[in-house]
């Protein structure tokens, strides 16, 4: 079992991540994980803290001569606005955000103790775990890569661009979808024997946990709805070149909550920032009295960024699920799992 832990505010000392279950023998290029990070914090419209901030990962713990022991892997990385404790009190819950609901969850007095953990900043994170869980798929061919779709409605680069360059103007902000691609994924991860096991919903899930997320499809997604099943469903070939295939992939790559083999394909929506330069009605937590939401400095646009968080998500369950199906402690004995089982299946 592969599993993680992440911790560390927004404003705080760094951000920590903590894979458990990677087996020995992987080569770690840590250039490879500074890499996904600066892609994290690129796309237009992003905000200051970007500017801010140059995301890099030190490996604390598991790692010997860049090959990794077996043990549990420690990524650090450090918060250049480290201002946590100066920062000024927070007391009107913005809109969308987990202020409110945190708030009284916790029974905190200032907003600002949800805020820390509840920002997006936490993905960093899991992209230093998904670059991990990248390069460790990468040894089987797996690639994962994600593109913008839309964004506000709007397709194509330039209307993207628009969007958003209205969405600064005027002090507003945006959001969009996005698609994961994972490609040449062996047939039969994950398992349709029980629930908590099938591949659509850990896929689901993760991508659903990453703040600001609202929806995810895998395939044709809500289009099977509209359609009927002879005009969905995936036709079975075979050649002897090929061995199975399909012509078209509405599965999206599993069927039965297995992958098939063809392309996992997933789509996930994201609602535009919660954080309103021209903010939005609200209530004074002390005064209980109608007052705008709080202002925090925040991105117009973070859907490009969103789709690189989530291929981290993809690359850790895929990595989980890959694991359990050919899982040893060692890189080569996981190898020779997998080479056998593609020799049985072809
Ligand atoms: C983010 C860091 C944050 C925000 C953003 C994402 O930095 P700061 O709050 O200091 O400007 O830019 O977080 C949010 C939009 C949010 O709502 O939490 C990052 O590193 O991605």
Do not use: W
């Not at 803290?49 to 598991?62: L, P, T, Y």
């Not at 990453?210 to 075979?238: M, N, T």
């Not at 954080?275 to 709080?294: C, F, Q, W």
Request: aromatic residues 6%; proline residues 3%; hydrophobic residues 40%.
């Amino acid at each position: 079992m592969l599993r993680y832990l992440t911790a560390g505010e927004s404003h705080g000392k760094a951000i920590i991540a903590i894979l458990e279950g990677m087996p020995a023998g992987l080569k770690v290029d840590a250039g490879i994980i500074n890499k996904e990070l600066k892609r994290r914090q690129q796309g237009f419209g992003r905000g200051k803290r970007m500017q801010i901030e140059n995301d890099k990962a030190a490996i604390v713990s598991g790692l010997k001569s860049g090959v990794t022991l077996g043990s549990p892997i420690t990524l650090c990385v450090e918060n250049k606005d480290f201002s946590i404790e100066k920062l000024q009190k927070v007391v009107c819950p913005r809109p969308g955000h987990a202020d409110l609901a945190g708030l009284l969850k916790y029974g905190f007095n200032d907003i600002r103790e949800v805020l820390e953990r509840a920002s997006a900043r936490s993905t960093v994170a899991l992209v230093g775990i998904g670059a991990v869980c990248k390069i460790f798929l990468g040894n089987f061919g797996i690639k994962i890569a994600s593109s913008v779709l839309s964004v506000a409605g709007l397709i194509g680069k330039q209307g993207m661009i628009n969007k958003i360059t209205e969405a600064i103007r005027k002090k507003d902000t945006v959001g969009g979808i996005f698609e994961v691609i994972a490609g040449n994924v062996p047939v039969g991860l994950g398992s349709y024997a029980h629930p908590d096991r099938r591949l659509d919903g850990r896929l689901a899930q993760n991508i659903m946990s990453i703040p600001g997320i609202k929806g995810v499809e895998i395939g044709l997604g809500f289009g099977y709805a509209r359609s009927f099943g002879s005009q969905v469903h995936d036709a079975v070939y075979y050649s002897k070149e090929k061995g199975y295939f399909r012509k078209t992939n509405h599965a999206g790559g599993i069927e039965g909550g297995v992958s098939n083999g063809e392309d996992i394909i997933i789509r996930a929506c994201m609602k535009p920032i919660s954080t309103l330069i021209n903010p939005l009605g609200s209530v004074n937590i002390n005064t209980k009295k109608s007052h705008p939401a709080a202002v925090q400095r925040s991105d117009t646009c973070v859907v490009e960024a969103a789709g690189v968080v989530a291929e981290s998500a993809v690359a850790f369950i895929l990595a989980d699920a890959f694991l359990e199906k050919f899982g040893a402690d060692s890189l080569l004995d996981i190898k020779a799992n997998f080479k056998a089982y593609i020799k049985r299946i072809s």
